[in-house]
């Protein structure tokens, strides 16, 4: 008598044995991994550079290769009094309409690697809160193992602590001097905008993994991970998490696995899922299309999120997501301390009331131009 | 990506691939499956590869379980194999007998839902740890426990009946 323990091993012996003989999958692993990498080249350039048509076409450069339906213009009333904002200088802080500053400009590189024009290391020039003035990082060998393809550099809000995954699942936590203050080692998940995130406070570190989320406390050094497949596995081609206001909760995308899938098809947001920082549980779900746009996108009172939509930056309700205003210019946001709402990209900032109502428009100096990232914060 | 990390790559495929297609096989219990998703999985760690080469295989693996899991959630691309045609009575000889259990339970096997399903494979096939199958599945190891033994209880409710040869399975 043979027990069901024995036969089941035999049975998945069997199964494996039938498996069919390899045949080129390198090659197509190949074109299939060079499509990906174009896809997160492009998905990374939607999000930083333009998700919509703004107004100002004389700067705006094109993602390398589109991924998305060509959107609609969103209601974005082009205004003949666009105001120029001044040069950005190193040594006094590049405030922005509203209450908004900028705390860090990322630079992108490229290199030639084996004859083509591929992304180098990124040079990073942040805000010095405490000097009031700007400093290159010294990141670069540091760094040195990032990918430029998706990796962005977290700064903590005080400035004073930078984090970015430095190697495979390794996540470096690094002051402005370059000094390695802490490696935390999680499973690191793999995918566009999956980057660690720093609680409003700045005294936790979010970190998306495979098998969920992982939080470090900077008091303790001390890293909780948190399980929930669902929360990778569910999560959208661009899986970016953002805190909420309270520093308590951490939201996270869910895709619509009801729409049609594909490698060229972008990922139908079907919810945003709330989990506790505490212990990882599931608090509730909002539905919505869009993905929060990052901490800031979070109204200061809590009632109201920024999220990115294919067609712009939207305000939804933040219990119910139903819509409350008119649809924004992109591909970035904050809410301002006067619940005003701040879109910027690198080559336009744009003042909008509550509703989405345009209300001031101006032009970013052209050092901006070129595919630089700026990070804003209310100041 | 630098040519020494592209023979790497072609290096790794030619060396694991057939053991990737394997496992593939036993999760998905089709071939086409088997070899889209060993595919896709090694197309992801290409896109990534100067970054995860020096632990290719179980990045590999833990995208080819998770994936799986992943794809059988998505209700548009459930891909289950519904248990048909179970034979409802042994051979009269000892191998036929045995033949026939392992088809049941094959066929009971590819019923169970993909994570359960997954972590069988982990444990029989590539006779994993329950520590090693909860890290790859990245869950805890008392998931892992309690998948198995579900998966089991399962298996038992779903072929016992029909398994002459198996006595003491019950």
Redesign the interface.
């Known amino acids: ?5 024995e ?16 045949y080129d ?2 090659g ?10 174009r896809r ?1 080249h492009a998905a990374a350039a939607l999000a930083v550079l333009a998700v919509v048509a703004v107004p100002f076409v004389w700067s705006r450069p094109e993602p390398r290769t589109p991924v998305v339906q060509p959107a609609p213009t969103p209601s974005v009333t082009v205004k003949a009094s666009i105001r120029p904002l001044p040069d950005f200088l190193v040594r006094t802080p590049y405030r922005l309409p509203g209450d908004a500053v900028v705390t860090m400009v990322t630079i992108p590189s490229t290199v030639i ?2 004859g083509a024009q591929v992304s180098g290391p990124n040079t990073y020039v942040a805000l010095d809160r405490d000097a009031g003035r700007y400093r290159q990082l010294p990141f670069d060998e540091s760094l040195a ?1 990032m ?1 430029p393809d998706s990796d962005r550099l977290a700064m903590s809000p005080d400035g004073k602590r930078f984090a970015a995954e430095v ?2 699942n390794e996540i470096g936590v690094l002051d402005a001097t370059g000094r390695r203050l802490d490696t935390l080692n999680v ?1 690191t998940h ?1 995918r566009v905008g999956a980057d660690p995130v720093w609680s409003p406070d700045g005294s936790r570190l979010l970190m998306p ?4 989320f992982a939080v470090y406390e900077t008091s303790t050094g001390e890293v909780r991970q948190f ?1 929930d ?2 929360i ?3 999560c959208s081609d661009f899986c970016s998490f953002s805190w909420l206001p309270n520093g308590h909760e951490i939201a996270a995308p869910r895709e619509d ?5 594909g490698e060229s098809i972008p990922d139908r947001i079907e919810s945003v899922i709330v989990y506790s920082a505490d212990t990882g549980k599931r608090v509730r779900s909002i539905p919505m299309t869009g993905v929060p746009v990052g901490n800031q996108a979070w109204s200061p009172d809590g009632s109201s999120v920024l999220i990115r939509e294919e067609q712009g930056i939207r305000v939804v309700d933040a219990i119910t997501g139903i819509p409350r205003g008119k649809r924004m210019a992109g591909p970035d946001a904050i809410y301002l301390s006067d619940g005003r709402i701040l879109g910027y990209g690198s080559s336009f900032a744009q003042v909008y009331a509550p509703d989405g109502t345009l209300l001031e428009e101006y032009r970013m100096p052209r050092q901006f131009t070129g595919g630089m990232t700026l990070t804003v914060a209310r100041s | 990506m630098r040519q020494s990390l592209e023979d790497e790559f072609t290096a790794f495929v030619t060396e694991r691939g057939q053991a990737l297609l394997r496992i593939a096989h036993a999760l998905t219990g089709d071939r086409e499956s088997a070899q889209d998703l060993v595919q896709g999985a090694l197309a992801k760690a290409y896109a990534r590869w100067p970054r995860i080469h020096t632990d290719a295989e179980a990045y590999v693996r833990k995208i080819i379980y998770n994936d799986r899991a992943s794809a059988w959630r998505r209700p548009a691309r459930r891909n289950e194999v519904f248990v048909a045609d179970v034979p409802d009575r042994a051979a009269e000889h000892r191998h036929d007998q045995d033949v026939t259990d392992r088809l049941t339970v094959r066929d009971a096997l590819l019923s169970l839902p993909a994570r359960q399903r997954a972590v069988l494979v982990m444990r029989y096939l590539e006779d994993r740890s329950v520590e090693e199958t909860a890290e790859a599945l990245g869950c805890r190891p008392g998931t892992v426990a309690s998948q198995a033994s579900r998966a089991l209880a399962k298996l038992r409710d779903m072929v016992g009946d029909r398994m002459t040869s198996m006595g003491g399975a019950r």
């Open positions: 008598m043979r027990d069901l323990e036969t089941l091993r035999d049975a998945v012996q069997d199964l494996a044995d039938d498996a069919p003989h390899a999958l390198a197509a692993a190949r074109v299939q991994g060079r499509r990906i990498r997160r690697e084996d193992a990918s190697a495979r499973d793999d993994t495979d098998g969920g399980a497949l669902d990778s596995s569910l696995v009801s729409e049609p899938q």
